[in-house]
């Protein structure tokens, strides 16, 4: 399998485990697709699906899941804990390997295109996919939630990418968009002291002046009564993983505090942490083709 | 793919490119197993030729190599610079991945036993697979080379263990074995002066009281004016990378010497690089499938 693309659709329902299952079919069944995991939140009544593979197999798999998703999801009815205002929620695409963002924004269009033709579905797209600045950030995108999308599709500056003008009432609406891979790290120090963590993460993150690929935020581990810096990197390529475990070990030091261990929580692009032994190793020149689990799929 | 073998020969023919053809369309043609690359040196006259795949499709594809060697290669007219002693002059088996060392210890008595059976050819089992210590040396159990293996054979303690007493003329002796991948690793030093790499190759390798699994030799870099410290890692998960690398950096500096950068040759294991990764970033607890790229073939 040479080129990958990643695809983390979220549904608005998390309580009915055979719709569930119904929509996760979908992804299923779809060749060249391998569904990755998925789990359901019965509190936020919400289900994410993560699936992976050839970037038109992952468009069609997408396509389905949210057809699917439109005739099992009724908006109208529809409570949970999370915000939201679609029956497919969000749709995020993701490049992984020989995929550009330029090819991924594309098949965002795409998928918007045809969820909004085929489905009568209004669609925005956001993220490296928006078509204004303003539709970049989600929670604007999605603020008002289904209950005012009916006032906000005719609104000014806020006419759908695709689809009706209209409110599809069953299905509400969805947001459609290319973004870079996420990789979750936290970095636990030597101190119970949950101020420091904090004050570490506000100096990291690119809203204090610190990195502009980096959010976080400090807080303590109960069980362990560790403090942490709890970190989203949302572009890894441009925002390093070790840049920023680095930053947070000499920063700590300027409190007399050491670092404990760290964790990356769920997946994470192999590239993220072979960039990571080559600059510690100091190796200059490398290409990710000399690892050998890479070599047997090409 | 979830079980991986790498398999890599080395043939006693380097000149005759159509006969080499031959012996690789055998590895070709074998489903489950991936050519990842051949390569034949015309002064050694000899061919080496590395693939993967499922362990059991990579012994068949083994011995149909080294039937298809025995049928075009003529060892009683071989010459040629480099120590050999049959057709198929050695076949190490490595354990990639889900592959346990013992798994590949008798895989290589399989494919050594088939060898010998089937082809009539006498088979030394060596390195991990060897049936006495001294038998785990390549240069010893090679020892005599073609011209001295008929004596060899049927001296004491050298008696084959597959195969006939008798030297079978046209292919000679196989050596096959199970073995660790082997990490090509060098770090360049800031300085030309070539005794303190040599210096420092002598500390960091086994027969210095180094690590245990590290062969080291110090060099001059011509075109680059460098020292070099040349490594071979013959068992990356007992002697690491990244521990090799720390040695030579401190080594370095007692001679007012820094590293300038390393590199990597050829292929390399991806856990060898992961495990730095996640050593130097302080990561406790990784399990490796949370390498987004190792979920896609499972």
Known sequence: MARILECVPNFSEGRDKEKVEQIVEEVRKVKGVTLLDYSSDETHNRSVVTFVGEPEAVIEAAFNAAKKASEVIDMTTHQGGHPRMGAMDVCPLIPIKEVTMEEAIELSKKLGKRIGDELGISVYLYEKSASKPERENLAVVRKGQYEGME??????????????????????????????????????????????????????????????????????????????VSMNLVDYTHTSVYHAFEFIKREALRYGVNVVNSEVIGLVPMDALLDAAKWYLQIDEFDHSQVLETRLHD
């Open 151 to 228: 006032e906000k599709l005719k609104s000014e500056g806020w006419e759908p990418d695709f689809g009706p003008i209209e409110l599809n009432k069953k299905s509400g609406v969805s947001a459609v968009g290319a973004r870079m891979p996420l990789v979750a790290f936290n970095v636990n120090l030597s101190t119970d002291n949950v101020e420091i963590a904090k004050a570490i993460a506000k100096k990291i993150r690119a809203k204090g002046g610190g990195f502009a690929y980096c959010k976080a935020m400090g807080l303590l581990l109960e069980d362990k009564n560790l403090a942490q």
